[in-house]
């Protein structure tokens, strides 16, 4: 593997969602050394890094709407089990790879690949990180994404923890870089449009209840009847039929059909950024979309209506400026966020945006030019230190407790003929009408 001043590096990204493709792409973009796709010009091919897309098959693979709503492109993009992601890492010649995953399944890959890399001269890059804000789960995601060459950190904030978590178990805290959130961007907010525009950006898992989203979604309307001169917009992140990161059991889609919203009142879908080129107030529980909209200056809430609680990841907006009620909001309050709390997690609204990847970029050209190549992958969890856990996590992508595949593990030698693509369709179907229908019945006879 040649390094990546001699010519531009080959990239895999694996990821196992809509949203951890957006950023599993645009971060490897951001973070490639050389030049950015995003800065090459058409005419400058050579120039450009080679993304390669790989698509952890689940109940969560995108469709290829959200794929082009995410609007990142690749030199291929193709749908794999872990098996098949690995065999391709063991033929193919890779610079970095880039694991966008959930961390039981970067933890699998992480062995995986430390086992099909055994004995070669040079190994690429291993980085892994997460899509936005950590607010659960902490110690567990980060010591299954231990082992990774980058871990990134998407806020100062993030990396300290992230630190601390890592020398707290006596585990190499090197690899933990800090940069930002990589889908950050767009024009900085110039004053209000015409019409005023009201955004609330939906979760999938948050809140999960009928009569929490009910709750939400009838104050929306009734804030549009309020203000019959706003523009007042449900930004929905998947259609229905469709799944993202996180289950979502009850759409606002069809919650909304029993409700009568007037005119002012609608439905939107597609790229968050171009929603906020038109936003005059952003609303949310808890989502990344907050922090898009503090990065560009737009005025923005999060929601106290339904408590400020852990298990909503509001709490991790708690001095921040932007918590408010849809009362306050009715009654014409604008948030002002405090600068210190906003710099703190990432948001570069000082223009320090432009150099916020440099240090990973620095870091992985340093490693792909290292006599050798990087060192062999050294998770913190082992046979050794995790015997009761490792194993579980590696048979889920069947894999064995030394990162080999076991036998009877799902070929991949030829694609699925018609009848497998009819099957893996219907099951896929099933297991949406199971969550999105019967799992709620079941939990509400369990009420009972």
Request: glycine fraction near 10%.
């Amino acid at each position: 593997m040649q390094s990546s001043t001699t010519k531009p590096p080959r990239i895999a990204v694996l990821a196992d969602s809509d949203t951890r493709w957006k950023w599993g792409a645009l971060t490897a973009d951001r973070i490639a050394p050389g030049p950015s796709m995003e800065a090459a010009t058409r005419e400058d091919t050579q120039a450009r890094p080679a993304l390669n897309g790989f698509l952890l098959r689940g109940r969560a693979t995108p469709t290829p709407r959200q794929l082009e709503e995410v609007g990142v492109r690749a030199e291929s993009l193709r749908e794999v089990t872990a098996v098949e992601f690995l065999r391709a890492m063991a033929e193919e010649s890779y610079d970095l790879v880039v694991l966008a995953l959930v961390g039981g399944g970067v933890q699998a890959m992480l062995q995986g690949l430390g086992r099909v890399w055994e004995g070669r001269e040079k190994r690429p890059v291993v980085v892994t990180g997460y899509v936005g804000v950590v607010y659960e789960k902490l110690a567990d995601g980060l010591l299954l994404r231990h082992g990774a060459d980058l871990v990134l950190a998407n806020s100062r904030q993030d990396a300290e923890r992230f630190r601390a978590v890592y020398e707290g178990v006596g585990a190499d805290a090197s690899a933990v870089t800090e940069v930002a959130l990589p889908f950050l961007g767009g024009a900085a907010y110039e004053g209000e449009h015409d019409p005023y525009t009201v955004v609330f950006a939906v979760q999938p898992s948050v809140p999960d209840s009928r009569k929490d989203r009910t709750y939400l979604l009838n104050r929306l309307i009734q804030h549009a009847r309020l203000h019959p001169e706003r523009e007042v917009l449900l930004k929905l992140r998947s259609r229905p039929g469709e799944h993202t990161t996180h289950i979502e059991e009850q759409p606002y889609q069809k919650l909304v059909q029993r409700l009568d919203p007037p005119a002012n009142f609608r439905l939107v879908y597609g790229n968050m950024g171009e929603v906020l080129d038109r936003t005059d107030l952003l609303v949310t529980i808890s989502s990344t979309a907050a922090l898009e909209s503090l990065h560009r200056r737009i005025p923005t809430v999060v929601l106290t209506d339904l408590g400020v609680r852990e298990v909503l990841g509001n709490h991790h907006f708690v001095g921040s400026g932007c918590l408010a009620s849809w009362d306050q909001l009715d009654a014409g309050h604008r948030p002002a966020p405090d600068e210190e709390w906003v710099a703190r997690q990432g948001v570069a609204t000082d223009g320090s945006y432009a150099t916020a990847f440099d240090a990973a970029r620095e870091r992985i050209a340093k490693l792909l030019d290292r006599p050798g190549g990087p060192e062999p992958l050294t998770p913190y969890y082992t046979p050794a230190t995790a015997a009761g856990y490792l194993p579980g996590i590696l048979a889920r992508h069947h894999l064995g407790p030394d990162g080999s595949v076991l036998p009877g593990a799902p070929s991949a030698d030829k694609e699925p003929g018609p009848v497998r693509q009819i099957v893996r369709r219907a099951a896929r179907g099933a297991y949406r009408h199971g969550v999105q229908r019967v799992a709620p019945v079941i939990r509400r006879m369990g009420e009972l």
